[in-house]
């Protein structure tokens, strides 16, 4: 099976990141699904930005702190809030996050099935106990597991037995952490394999060769392209 194309930030390199705009363009050129970052304003809603400050309209002079901002003041400077992006373009693929702020993964959890897509909703955190924490919370949500090499056990074998027993989904490096054998091993314990920053072609061929299971991109056509041509040239069968 082909491995799910996720737009980094959205289309990032067509519209700012993490936006209703570059989301929909995303999903208009062809990827299968999104990524996006994930905190909790100060009213308690679940909205998409990658840092814990939104730069103000007086050239990035000043940052709105997230936390301490409410949803409806961060929109107008163009932080949606997760249901917006369900409003405006439905539930109808992948949608991996990068839980920034732990406080945000229960609510976003509840907004995921509550829409309809908790089977297509990947929680992304480098903390591992905070997996094991919410995963009797996260009933079909996604979880996985993103960090670096640097970050995990020598024995990577025991670290996939050890997702495993705890029910995480994925595991998501660098791309140029993982190897061929690497991607078999941690599937060997029923573990996904996610590459992020794959932005060259070779690189995306590479990791289709290695048989990983999800990409993440900022080239989305490139990525969907390139995806594409590796499946029509697969043999049959």
Known sequence: MAPITFAHRGARLLHPENTLPAFRAGLAHGARGLESDAWLSADGQVVLTHDAGVRGPLF????????????????????PRLVDLYTELGADYDLSIDVKDPAAARPLVALARSHGAPARTWLCSPDLDALRDLRPDAGDVRLVHSTVRRRLPDSLERHAADLADARVDAMNLHHTEWTKGLVALFHRFGILAFAWDVQEVRHLRAMLSYGVDGLYSDHVERMVAVVAEWGSAAPAG
């Open 60 to 79: 990035g002079l000043w940052k709105l702190r997230v936390h301490d901002t409410r949803a409806d003041r961060l929109t107008r400077h163009g932080v």
